[in-house]
Nanobody, 122 residues
Framework: QVQLVESGGGLVQAGGSLRLSCAVSGRTSSVFRMGWFRQAPGKEREFVAAINRIGSMEYYSDSVKGRFTVFQDNANNMYTLEMRSLKPDDTAVYYC???????????????WGQGTQVTVSS
C-alpha cells in the first residue's frame, strides 16, 4: 500500500505554467509506474503522463505532449508534473496515481492522491 499526497495547482491564465507535486510514502518498492490523470466536469478521468519508477521512461497523452513534463526524485519519493503553455481545455482536477503494472489505464492504478484543481482562464 502506498499513500500519495499532491500539492500545487491553482488558477493561471492561458499560456502560463504550473507545477504539481506528488509525495509518495509506504511500500514504494511495489510501484512500477507513477501516473498523472485529470478529470474535467462531466468527463471521464483521462491519462495525462506517466513515468517508470525504475529507468524513468516517460509517457504522455497526445494532448499534452511537448507542453507537460514529468519528473521524479527517487531519493525523496517525489513526482512532479510541470505544465507549460496551458490552455483552457487543460482545466480539470489532476490526480497522481501509482501502479504496480505496465499499464496506462485508469483501472490499473491502485493508489490515488486526493486530487488538485487546475483552472486555466482564457
Amino acid at each position: 500500500q502506498v499513500q500519495l499526497v499532491e500539492s500545487g495547482g491553482g488558477l493561471v491564465q492561458a499560456g502560463g505554467s504550473l507545477r504539481l507535486s506528488c509525495a509518495v510514502s509506504g511500500r514504494t518498492s511495489s510501484v512500477f509506474r507513477m501516473g498523472w490523470f485529470r478529470q474535467a466536469p462531466g468527463k471521464e478521468r483521462e491519462f495525462v503522463a506517466a513515468i517508470n519508477r525504475i529507468g524513468s521512461m516517460e509517457y504522455y497523452s497526445d494532448s499534452v505532449k511537448g507542453r507537460f513534463t514529468v519528473f521524479q526524485d527517487n531519493a525523496n519519493n517525489m513526482y512532479t508534473l510541470e505544465m507549460r503553455s496551458l490552455k483552457p481545455d487543460d482545466t480539470a482536477v489532476y490526480y497522481c496515481a501509482a501502479s504496480s503494472m505496465r499499464s496506462l489505464q485508469v483501472a490499473d492504478f491502485g493508489s490515488w492522491g486526493q486530487g488538485t484543481q487546475v483552472t486555466v482562464s482564457s
